[in-house]
């Protein structure tokens, strides 16, 4: 019995992980959503699981709403925002060397959590510039 309940669950953490496959970002109600199987507090449970095992990082990308996005040490990057469509967008070449460089000597950079805002490609031709 406790064999399965176990495996039970590694099937569902299993489940959440797959869907950073095909998704780069996901909301905890994207997530909720595309598991309808799988209830809410579960997938909250989980996400903190795998947040505090470092396998996914949390983000705060749109104000007042968490992202997650799997973590992965060959594919760091920083974040870029449609402010219309909420399109997000990787940005690479942002290295800590080069932030390091526009600070203070006596400032150390330990890790960089950056979020660009504008409109995407597809969102231009439809809004006028800020
Ligand atoms: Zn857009
Ligand atoms: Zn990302």
Redesign the pocket.
């Known amino acids: 019995m406790y064999l399965v309940m176990v495996r039970k669950y590694s099937v569902k953490r299993q489940r959440i992980l797959q869907l950073f496959e095909d998704h780069?970002?996901l909301t905890a109600n994207e997530i909720v959503r595309l598991l309808p199987d799988i209830d809410r507090a579960t997938i909250y449970r989980n996400l903190k699981y795998f947040v505090e095992t470092g396998e996914i990082?949390q983000?705060q990308i749109q104000k007042n709403v968490m992202s997650y996005?799997r973590f992965n040490p060959d594919?760091m990057?920083?974040?870029f925002l449609c402010r219309n469509c909420n399109k997000?967008l990787?940005i690479y070449g942002i290295d800590k060397n080069y932030i390091q460089s526009k600070l203070p000597h006596d400032v150390n950079v330990e890790f960089i959590d950056l979020n660009v805002i504008g409109v995407c490609d597809e969102c231009s031709s439809v809004l006028k510039p800020c």
């Open positions: 780069h970002i990082r983000l996005e594919d990057h920083q974040h997000v990787k």
